[in-house]
């Protein structure tokens, strides 16, 4: 059974720093590009960033370009989004995802970041 | 790149169908057969419902289907049933490794 676990959320003052972690089980994670979502209180899904499976790529949304870094260990089977310079327009619950056949099919159940003073 | 456009909310009584609409660009929806779909209950993990514009994923019921016209895709669920009352995203690729979400709609079942 494919298992995406995030942990790592928390209450941030703005212009603090986060790191989130994913841990995968029942599935290759090391075949699979990676993706983290966000969605924020109220709001829909949106994209945050991906990694390809050897850690070789990665894209971000260019809000959070310079900001944010999504990493990988493929020997832990593990994702990980490295947040700094935090703003409160961060809050949201995070969750991480599978991407196959262009789409997300795996989610986990997310960690929640409140960025707040 | 700009959230694709779909409509607040939707509703039908069951057995009924409804079909929610997601309008993109010619650099998103429009240039790429990567549409996907998304059902979230609140508190929950999304579930792929739809890929690659028409594809189901083992498991999802048949009364799901997607289509794509242009710009706009589109989600239609047939026979609706009270446990399809969520909220539904539309998802596509934008190019240059990105993607770019729907606004979101709400399906509410009478």
């Known amino acids: 059974e494919v298992q995406l676990v995030e942990s790592g959320g928390d209450l941030v003052q703005p212009g603090g720093s986060l790191r989130l972690s994913c841990a995968a089980s029942g599935f290759t994670f090391s075949g699979y590009w990676m993706t983290w979502v966000r969605q924020a209180p109220g709001k829909g899904l949106e994209w945050v960033a991906t990694?390809?499976?050897?850690?070789?790529?990665?894209y971000y949304l260019g809000s959070v370009k310079g900001r944010f870094t999504i990493s990988r260990d493929n020997a832990q089977n593990s994702l990980f989004l490295q947040m700094n310079s935090l703003r409160a327009e961060d809050t949201a619950v995070y969750y991480c995802?599978?991407?196959?056949?262009?789409?997300?099919?795996?989610w986990g159940q997310g960690t929640l970041v409140t960025v707040s003073s | 790149q700009s959230a694709l456009t779909q409509p607040p909310s939707a509703s039908g009584s069951p057995g009924q169908s409804v079909t929610i609409s997601c309008t993109g660009t010619?650099?998103?929806?429009?240039?790429?057969?990567?549409v996907s779909w998304y059902q979230h209950h609140p508190g929950k993990a999304p579930t792929l419902m739809i890929y690659?514009?028409?594809k189901r994923p083992s498991g999802v019921p048949d009364r799901f289907s997607g289509s794509k016209s242009g710009n706009t895709a589109s989600l239609t669920v047939s026979g609706l049933q009270a446990e399809d009352e969520a909220d539904y995203y539309c998802?596509?690729?934008?190019?240059?490794?990105?993607?770019?979400f729907g606004t979101g709609t709400k399906v509410t079942v009478l």
């Open positions: 998802s596509s690729y934008a190019g240059s490794g990105g993607f770019v």
């Open positions: 690659e514009v028409i």
């Open positions: 995802a599978t991407n196959a056949n262009w789409g997300f099919n795996y």
């Open positions: 990694i390809k499976p050897d850690g070789s790529e990665k």
């Open positions: 010619s650099s998103d929806v429009g240039g790429y057969n990567s």
